[in-house]
């Protein structure tokens, strides 16, 4: 599952859980916890040798976060594909920075192509136009890069995660 945390996207999988022992898996590096859910939406973890205590703040159907921890807070949203796609729908990208592909947020319909490989672009530039849930949306890159390779065709029904074009993203 994809974990937003203030403005950075995080790929958060659980791999294991015995009691409150909790082996989770975030981008690739793999934590060992120990979760105890208190009274009120406080939780105790232990991690590393550390205590800490974090009150957790439900909002908006379970999806949405608050988390109250050391004197900070965090807002931290779930991402599913309805939440990346209505993202898109706003004019952003469902991460932080540009990926070097562009996946489907949910099953859609491709209305318009706007690219095809080797051709260059700028951040805010339109690549496609889809279709879901009877709306259409264009799809921005926000960042410099070149189209590799497109891998879909006007009219096509794409699945969710599915991947529509490569790019190569500027570093520069």
């Known amino acids: 599952m994809e974990v937003q945390i203030g403005n950075k996207t995080c790929e958060v999988t ?19 916890v120990d979760v105890a859910m208190l009274q009120n939406g406080t939780c ?5 040798g550390n205590s800490y205590n974090a009150e957790l703040v439900k909002s908006q159907g379970g999806k949405h976060y608050r988390v109250n921890l050391n004197y900070s807070t965090y807002q931290i949203d779930m991402l599913d594909s309805q939440a990346k796609y209505m993202k898109l ?12 592909t562009i996946t489907a947020p949910m099953p859609c319909k491709i209305v318009k192509l706007f690219v095809k ?6 951040a805010g530039d ?5 279709e879901a849930m009877k709306m259409q949306s ?12 497109v891998l879909v065709s006007e009219g096509d029904n794409v699945r969710v995660e599915q991947t ?6 500027n570093n520069g």
Do not use: F, H
């Not at 105790?44 to 590393?48: A, R, T, V």
């Not at 339109?126 to 889809?130: A, D, G, W, Y």
């Open 117 to 122: 490989p080797g051709d260059e672009l700028k």
């Open 126 to 130: 339109t690549v496609l136009t889809m």
């Open 164 to 169: 529509l074009i490569k790019l190569e993203v």
């Open 138 to 149: 264009n799809y921005k890159v926000n960042a410099d890069c070149k189209v590799k390779d």
């Open 89 to 100: 729908r706003r004019g952003g990208s469902n991460v932080a920075g540009q990926a070097d």
């Open 44 to 48: 105790s973890i232990l991690y590393g």
């Open 14 to 32: 659980m791999l294991s859980k015995d009691g409150n022992k909790i082996k989770i898996d975030i981008d690739g590096k793999v934590y060992d």
